[in-house]
């Protein structure tokens, strides 16, 4: 009885893992299309940066941009490439 439970568990696992990693890809593959200035939902070069947070230059970024065309909005945390010391906040 025991090895069924462990055997569940681990494909359960086993599966959190694969669809987290699809999910980063697909989320990575999003992020290069929105660099492009291209929706990744209706392909049109429409998308704007409507938000940007930040906890200062240490920290990571909060990104929302939106798409002009179908409105589809998608956020993005990205970590700051610049220090305080080097007198570059940004991304």
């Known amino acids: 009885m ?11 696992i086993v ?5 987290y990693i699809y999910f980063m890809k697909d989320k990575s593959d999003q992020l290069k299309a929105i660099q492009e200035g291209i929706c990744p939902k209706c392909h ?6 409507i938000d940007q947070r930040s906890t200062g230059c240490s920290g990571p ?9 179908c409105k589809y909005v998608s956020t993005f945390h990205i970590e700051s490439q610049g220090s305080c010391s080097s007198g570059k906040c940004g991304i």
Do not use: D, P, R, W
């Open 15 to 19: 599966g959190l893992i694969v669809s």
């Open 2 to 12: 025991n090895f069924y439970l462990l055997f569940f568990l681990l494909i359960i």
């Open 44 to 49: 049109q070069k429409s998308m704007a940066l």
């Open 61 to 69: 970024k909060m990104l929302t941009f939106e798409c002009n065309e």
